[in-house]
């Protein structure tokens, strides 16, 4: 059965319902004490500071952001850097000790010191702000660039255009003097078109040749020598190493040569004046043409060397019977370069 209540209590609970309790007040002061509409503090004092405080440490953890970033990125020294992040963190300690409502050693009144803070710290922010829009373009412009390599390669240019001059002076110089050279050559070949006069060495191997043509040839034979205009001269001196091989056969054995009837003619007949001459047809080839007997070859091989040499077995009708000699070998210079080489006797 419930246990029945005594005079004593019923007072008691009385009494209670009539006056609330001090734990009670002082929630209720707590919780309304800023609804009213005429109150001054929209907040109580308590939640006032406590969000001061708040306010006053994220300040402070924002300095020691910005010192970290700004000696991070070399803005400022770190020195600098980690002295704001002391201070930062020594006043975000003091304000947490005064959101808690602990007592701050040596210090009555936190206020002035924070609001110097906060200043300091957006005052590094708005630097670091101006710096990012302030700061330099990194790395190098186009006209940089291309300052720095024409600077480096003005060098190898200087260097590139002197031997580029110095190979066209060599050209330059080179061309004038084949063209100096073509001028001469032309002017020689209009006096001299080819070679006419023998070097000593290569007049005395044609005196040898024709000393053994006259060793071979046949008793009283003729040697007829013509040649075509600009080879004159050449004709006159191949005329001559006949006449001198002959006059020292007829020194060295004048029984056998002395009574020897043979003859050197130079040019053919006249045929304008002596109309029943034989008519000698001139050869449109170079070189030198042998017409009639060759003796085992003895101007074939012995001239191959000089001469381009070319060889017939006819000789023109009536030709020995005009020059009265028993047989006759006509040696025809053509027209033009009758050399194998240039210069080939003419040199020795």
Known sequence: MAERLGAADVAKLGKLAEEPSLLSKKLAEGVFSGIGS?????LPPRVRRYYLAVAFATVAAGLVVSCFIAGASKQIDWTWAICGIAVGLLLT?????????KRIPFIDNTGPIAVGIAAATWLLIGWQTWIVFHSPTQGYTQAQLDGAVTKALDPVQKTL????????AAVTAEQNANRQLAQLTQSHAQIFPFPQAFGTTCALNLTSIASAFWDRAPEGAGVLITAAPGNDELKRNLLGTFSIAWSKHVQSDPKRFDNNKSRMFLDGPNNAVDIDAPRLAASDKNGVIIHGGDPQETFRTGWINYFVVRHTSKVPEG????????SIVWIEIGPGDPWTRPFSCSAG
């Open 161 to 168: 255009d002197a031997e580029i001059k110095q190979r066209n």
């Open 93 to 101: 300690v003091l304000a947490t000790l005064d959101a808690l409502e």
């Open 38 to 42: 005429n109150s001054p503090d929209p």
């Open 319 to 326: 030709l020995a019977e005009y020059y009265k000699v028993p």
